[in-house]
Each structure stands twice: as C-alpha cells, then as structure tokens.
C-alpha cells in the first residue's frame, strides 16, 4: 500500500476521530503525554455485561497522536481482552520495525496506516501514546488478556 494511502487514513480519522469523548462506564483511565511533540490522551477503559472492552479517549495533539488513538478506539471496542491482545501486540511490533515490516490488514485494519511511521524515530511515540495509556488502564482495570481469558 502507498505512502498516500496511508496519509489518507490517517488524515480520516483525525477529521473524523471514532470513540472520542464517547461517555463509557469506565473502571479505569490512564493519561499519557508525548512532551516533545506536545500530544496528551487519556484513555477509559470498561467492559460490557459480554466481558468485551468499552474504550473512549480525550486528547489533543499532533494528527498522527490523534490520528492513531482513533484507530485504537475503533479497533479494540468490543473486543475481549484476549482478542486485543494480538492486535495490541502486532501494533508495538510495526512501530518497533523502523519500516521493515510489512504490516499484517487482517490484524491490524487501519492501524497499518503507521507502517510508514515507524521510520521516524521522532514520530513513533505520538503513534504509541495512546496504545499504551490503553494497556496502563487495562491493567488498573484488571482488563488484561491474562487476567480475563481463564473460566472457572
Ligand atoms: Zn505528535
């Protein structure tokens, strides 16, 4: 997929960010900043009666801050927390890749748009912000892929 393409997304969801502001029932928050580009999110997260996961975040920043919480939001709602994992997981993985990765679509839908991201060891953290205000708040929330997945 083209660089363009991937500006493309990322522009969409900074226009049109999804699960921002949305009011959740949350049980825990986490806020993150990225103090050399300025951004700052705070994530919610809860949990539907189903065990799936409620996500909202709030913040402001750079579009691929913002840009990148939005994909975040979109792609870990309504998931459980075994079924985020991976997605969270092969999302560190591509932005740890400096652009050698091809990143996987099925997995991660849009969030391949920071495929090109990755290459700017400047620009990396505003991508990540909001990935990991969501597992700080996963974890006070006790939402985690290892705390939830066992039955009985
Ligand atoms: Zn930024």
Redesign the pocket.
């Known amino acids: 997929m083209s660089e363009d393409l991937y500006q493309e997304i990322i522009l969409d969801h900074y226009k049109n960010p999804r699960g921002k502001k949305v009011e959740i029932d949350s049980l825990a928050q986490s806020y993150q900043v990225?103090p050399t580009?300025?951004?700052e999110v705070t994530v919610e997260v809860g949990q539907n009666p189903d065990g799936t996961l409620l996500v909202s975040y709030d913040g402001q920043?750079?579009s691929?801050?913002q840009a990148s919480a939005s994909v975040m939001s979109e792609l870990i709602n309504g998931k459980t927390p075994a079924e985020a994992a991976p997605i969270q997981e092969a999302f560190m993985e591509l932005m740890k890749s400096k652009g050698q990765l091809e990143p996987d679509e099925e997995v991660l839908e849009d969030a391949i748009a920071f495929a090109g991201v990755s290459k700017y060891p400047a620009?990396i953290k505003?991508a990540l912000i909001s990935w990991m205000a969501l597992s700080d708040a996963q974890i006070k929330a006790q939402l985690t892929a290892t705390t939830t997945t066992r039955s009985g």
């Open positions: 990225n580009c300025g951004d920043g750079c691929i801050s620009r505003c």
